[in-house]
């Protein structure tokens, strides 16, 4: 009996061992996963804006809202008051390793103070790669507001499906805009032609964009490249496009606003949140591997400009644009 009694209080020792044991375990488990849900919530993204433009702010909004779910703090920043120097937490705050740029402008500047080790993500940027941020620099990604060519091109066979050739501006003397000739003549529809007008021979912009003009082409393709395009050579093109009632795809939403009839628009709200995940990762790998993405770009139509050349556009097109301009 003595001998039972000893077995069976042994047992009840090791039951009691082992429910110890499995909440110890289980416990530990929670304490595990409740630290690395809670990992990233240590961690605070510096965000720097080009400007306070309602774009932007939605975009910087977006992606903050984003982040505070995963309990990651943001600070704010404009790039105009940091531009010129250094900001000191640059070089004093060794936690702060992510940043994100929103617009070309911050973006520029942030590539070019941030120390390598820093992260940088990057959202609302017209032409990445013309400001340094594809050139194969490890540890910055993000969200461009543009789409392949031949993506491009599948629009605007929708919108003007009797189209047979478009005409565009581009530059020997530079190797992107060479690279995205050769882009266009490869995804080029079949049924297409090509008319492209090297600014490089001609003595100004202006005597450039009249020989565009003067080729037989349903329509003017335009590309974001700053070799090319300023605030003067967009407002001659479409000036031109009304004189000679030829329409003009533009390379961005204030493009289209400002009198083309049709073409690419970020919605600010989808490209913040694109860029929050690209932080979330960026900040569980301690690195961003990430290749830059074309996501949250849509179409925009000019339906005034439409009505001003004469051109009826397809429902289709104009129901599922994002932005419908007005100018």
């Keep these: 009996m003595q001998s039972i ?4 209080g042994i047992r009840s020792i090791k039951g009691k061992w082992i429910l110890r044991a499995g909440k110890i375990v289980v416990l530990l488990g929670l304490f595990f996963l409740f630290s690395a849900g809670n990992a990233l919530a240590s961690h605070t993204v510096f965000v720097v804006l080009s400007s306070e433009a309602e774009p932007y702010r939605q975009a910087a909004d977006a992606l903050t809202a984003s982040l505070a779910k995963k309990d990651i703090s943001t600070r704010e920043f404009l790039s105009d008051t940091l531009s010129g120097q ?15 740029a929103v617009g070309s402008r911050a973006a520029a500047y942030l590539s ?18 013309n400001i340094g941020l594809e050139n194969g620099r490890k540890n910055i990604t993000g969200v461009s507001v543009t789409k392949p ?19 565009m501006l581009y530059r020997s003397s530079s190797i992107k ?25 001609y003595d100004s912009m202006a005597d450039a964009i009249a020989e565009l003009y003067s080729r037989d082409a349903g329509m003017i393709w335009t590309m974001a490249d700053s070799a090319i395009y ?14 000679q009632q030829v329409p003009v795809f533009g390379f961005s939403g204030s493009f289209v606003k400002a009198g083309a009839l049709l073409g690419l628009d970020a919605n600010p709200v ?7 995940a690209l932080v979330v990762e960026g900040l569980e790998k301690k690195l961003l591997t990430e290749k830059p993405i074309c996501s949250g770009v849509t179409i925009a139509v000019n339906v005034v400009v439409a009505e001003r050349l004469g051109i009826s556009l397809p429902s289709v097109v104009v129901d599922k644009a994002c932005n419908v301009g007005a100018h």
């Design 112 to 129: 070019h103070v941030l120390p390598k080790s820093a992260l940088l993500v990057y959202c609302m940027v017209a032409d990445p790669e």
């Design 270 to 276: 989808l490209q913040g949140e694109y860029a929050a």
């Design 230 to 243: 300023n605030r003067a050579t967009v407002n001659s093109l479409l000036l031109s496009s009304l004189r």
């Design 177 to 201: 805009s060479m690279t995205t000739l050769v882009e266009v003549k490869t995804n080029l529809p079949a049924n297409w032609t090509l008319e492209a007008v090297d600014v490089d021979r």
């Design 5 to 8: 009694a000893m077995k069976m």
């Design 149 to 167: 060519v031949k993506e491009q091109f599948a629009i605007i066979q929708k919108a003007m499906p009797d189209l047979g050739a478009i005409a």
């Design 86 to 100: 250094t900001p000191e937490f640059v070089s004093t705050t060794h936690k702060t390793k992510m940043w994100v």
